[in-house]
């Protein structure tokens, strides 16, 4: 196959970066790919790139990823970080399964085989998954992402929005519904449903019954440190801690924060929040 002509990207890029951070979405620089070759096109340019499934890149990154002429391709991050799932249907079998079963959402990208279907994050932990359903069939959530326009696919192809994305249609997308892409087994002449999230509640039980016996956080004895231990037990990843995202974790920390005395600010309980998260992000980055 003869490679198509290269066109000028790194402005294009930039433009399309800044615009998905003004739509609250994490981007990810990426190595193009090359031509003919399939599976490129979608290794992340930085070796931090994880830092960003925990906080989005600043419009400074950005400008330094997509410019001075680089070539970089973009990644959009899902999960909790942009609020986003997205289902990725690669032939024409799975976009078949997907406008039959999913609801329908006004975000759709092109790829270079098939689509992809972009949904609002439920507010819990979506793992990814792949050859869904026994199809060409995968999903992104938290700590993955999906290659987005104007990015170019292996086969010369371009990613393409099926309509521009915008605050209002982002509004419009149906929330990500786990149970949608759940496979059904029988045993014994009885189908049951696999859930793959019953263990991530098992996790969050779990994480309650053990703030629930921690004892109240006391100001002027050691309160401050008993509110920031209780976090990093919910939000650091095992072993230290239950690995929770900050959605999960936030009615907890208010429970907890229900029985100081007194009771901590907002603004106190979201620093404690945001301390944590900026050490997890420092660790994954240094790794």
Same mark, same amino acid.
């Given at each position: 196959?003869?490679?198509?002509?290269?066109?000028?990207?790194?402005?294009?890029?930039?433009?399309?970066?800044?615009?998905?951070?003004?739509? &609250?979405?994490?981007?990810?620089?990426?190595?193009?790919?090359?031509?003919?070759?399939?599976?490129?096109?979608?290794?992340?340019?930085?070796?931090?790139?994880?830092?960003?499934?925990?906080?989005? #890149?600043?419009?400074?990154? @950005?400008r330094?990823?997509?410019?001075?002429?680089r070539?970089?391709?973009?990644?959009?991050?899902?999960?909790?970080?942009?609020?986003?799932?997205?289902?990725?249907?690669?032939?024409?079998?799975?976009?078949?399964?997907?406008?039959?079963?999913?609801?329908?959402?006004?975000? @759709?990208?092109?790829? *270079?085989?098939?689509?992809?279907?972009?949904?609002?994050?439920?507010?819990f932990?979506?793992?990814? &998954?792949?050859?869904?359903? *026994?199809?060409?069939?995968?999903l992104?959530?938290?700590?993955?992402?999906?290659?987005?326009?104007?990015?170019?696919?292996?086969?010369?192809?371009?990613?393409?929005?099926?309509?521009?994305?915008?605050?209002?249609?982002?509004?419009?997308?149906?929330?990500?519904?786990?149970?949608?892409?759940?496979?059904?087994?029988?045993?014994?002449?009885?189908?049951?449903? @696999?859930?793959? $999230?019953? %263990?991530?509640?098992?996790?969050?039980?779990?994480?309650?019954?053990?703030?629930?016996?921690?004892?109240p956080?006391?100001? *002027?004895?050691?309160?401050?440190?008993?509110?920031?231990?209780?976090? #990093?037990?919910?939000?650091?990843?095992?072993?230290?801690?239950? &690995?929770?995202?900050? %959605?999960?974790a936030?009615?907890?920390?208010?429970?907890?924060?229900?029985?100081?005395?007194?009771? $901590?600010?907002?603004?106190?309980?979201?620093?404690?929040?945001?301390?944590?998260?900026?050490?997890?992000?420092?660790?994954? *980055?240094?790794?």
């Amino acid at each position: 196959m003869k490679s198509p002509e290269r066109q000028p990207f790194g402005s294009e890029a930039l433009r399309a970066a800044l615009r998905y951070r003004q739509l &609250g979405w994490s981007v990810l620089p990426i190595h193009p790919p090359t031509f003919g070759e399939k599976k490129s096109g979608k290794n992340p340019a930085v070796r931090t790139w994880k830092q960003f499934t925990v906080a989005a #890149c600043s419009e400074a990154e @950005i400008r330094d990823f997509f410019g001075r002429d680089r070539d970089y391709s973009i990644a959009i991050m899902c999960g909790q970080v942009s609020h986003l799932v997205a289902v990725d249907a690669d032939s024409k079998e799975a976009m078949s399964f997907v406008r039959k079963n999913l609801p329908a959402t006004p975000l @759709i990208s092109r790829t *270079g085989n098939g689509e992809h279907h972009f949904y609002k994050w439920p507010g819990f932990e979506i793992r990814p &998954g792949n050859k869904l359903r *026994g199809l060409p069939l995968d999903l992104r959530g938290d700590n993955s992402y999906v290659v987005a326009a104007p990015s170019r696919h292996w086969s010369g192809r371009y990613y393409k929005w099926v309509c521009v994305p915008s605050k209002e249609l982002i509004e419009q997308m149906p929330v990500f519904d786990p149970a949608w892409l759940m496979e059904e087994r029988t045993y014994k002449q009885s189908t049951i449903s @696999i859930d793959p $999230f019953e %263990s991530r509640l098992r996790l969050i039980r779990r994480a309650i019954a053990y703030i629930d016996k921690m004892e109240p956080a006391v100001s *002027g004895q050691g309160g401050h440190n008993s509110l920031f231990r209780a976090v #990093c037990k919910l939000l650091k990843p095992e072993p230290e801690g239950f &690995g929770l995202t900050e %959605s999960e974790a936030l009615p907890i920390i208010a429970g907890f924060n229900a029985r100081a005395v007194p009771p $901590f600010s907002d603004k106190d309980v979201e620093h404690k929040i945001q301390s944590v998260v900026s050490r997890i992000r420092s660790s994954i *980055g240094g790794a």
